[in-house]
């Protein structure tokens, strides 16, 4: 029997799935949900035969956002106290690239959810939003921020306070999502991301992560900086001779994530 409740997990050829499996609720991220996803995002993690995680939903949702129901009486320093959503900072520490296959709603911290991957992949059909204005609050799994980010402030201002959705097509077109595909096509496409990131060096996937990731956090030049030490970094990998060896000789690598 699964150690989960809420998730379905697999593994298969270097890649790890997570499927939230809530669909009478649309996937609504539960507490129980939130531990579920990152203990199992956290044992994916550390397994070195895992290479990339997908995390999708089920049924008509990715995940139509954080569980009302479990939040309608909770106060404020009961939260507080609990640092209510931190949990979620588990996902993000994870160093594994994770791609997010977003099959429909994607709404509050399913939006949100789908935001802490690296790579977001939208069926079609997929919806996007932080609706979280028509019930009185605001995003806090990270939505005022990411989505500034990915989107900038113009839609972010629009869609967090209006609570409005955006199609896949927006969402492409607006740099939250990096490929719209038909909704028969969502898991292929995310399987052969999935699997193109885990032929390469596991050193250097991490490596990309760490760096794009600090995009956000710094200024242009210390940024720039850090990248070329990372870069002077993997000239000390097996894989960078690997790499470069296989370039020259002219076949494919065999890389030894070390
Ligand atoms: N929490 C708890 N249950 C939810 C839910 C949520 N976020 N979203 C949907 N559900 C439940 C519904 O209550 C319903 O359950 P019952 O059958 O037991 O009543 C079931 O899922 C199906 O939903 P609907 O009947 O509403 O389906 P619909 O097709 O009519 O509407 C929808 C779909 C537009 C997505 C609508 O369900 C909706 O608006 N959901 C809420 C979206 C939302 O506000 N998300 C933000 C949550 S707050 C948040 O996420 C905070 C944060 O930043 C972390």
Redesign the pocket.
């Known amino acids: 029997m699964s150690q989960y409740q809420t998730i379905l997990t697999e593994t298969a050829d270097g890649v790890a799935t997570i499927t939230l499996n809530r669909p009478?609720?649309?996937n609504?991220?539960?507490m129980q949900v939130l531990t579920d996803v990152t203990d199992a995002a956290a044992a994916f993690d550390a397994d070195p035969e895992v290479k990339a995680i997908v995390i999708t939903g089920s049924g008509?949702?990715f995940?139509?956002?954080?569980?009302?129901?479990?939040?309608k009486d909770l106060d404020f320093a009961t939260a507080y106290k609990a640092d209510w959503?931190a949990g979620w900072r588990r996902l993000t520490g994870v160093r594994t690239p994770i791609i997010a296959a977003v099959n429909g709603?994607a709404?509050?911290?399913?939006?949100?959810l789908a935001m802490m991957a690296d790579i977001l992949i939208a069926s079609s059909k997929a919806?996007f939003?932080?609706?979280?204005i028509?019930?009185g609050?605001?995003?806090?799994?990270?939505?005022s921020q990411r989505l500034t980010r990915a989107v900038g402030k113009a839609k972010a201002m629009d869609m967090c306070l209006t609570?409005r959705?955006m199609d896949a097509q927006e969402a492409e077109r607006s740099g939250l999502a990096a490929r719209v595909v038909e909704p028969e096509a969502l898991m292929d496409t995310a399987y052969e991301i999935a699997g193109t990131i885990a032929k390469k060096s596991a050193v250097a996937t991490m490596l990309v992560k760490e760096a794009v990731n600090l995009a956000f956090e710094t200024t242009l030049e210390q940024g720039l900086n850090f990248e070329r030490r990372l870069f002077h970094s993997s000239l000390a990998t097996n894989d960078q001779v690997e790499g470069m060896s296989a370039f020259v000789e002219k076949r494919d690598p065999n890389f030894t994530d070390s």
Not at 63 to 71: H, L, S
Not at 107 to 112: A, I, N, P, T
Not at 129 to 132: A, I, L, R
């Open positions: 009478e609720a649309l609504a991220l539960n008509r949702a995940a139509a956002g954080a569980d009302i129901k479990e939040m959503f709603f709404l509050g911290g399913g939006c949100e919806k939003g932080q609706p979280e028509n019930l609050v605001l995003p806090g799994m990270g939505g609570g959705m």
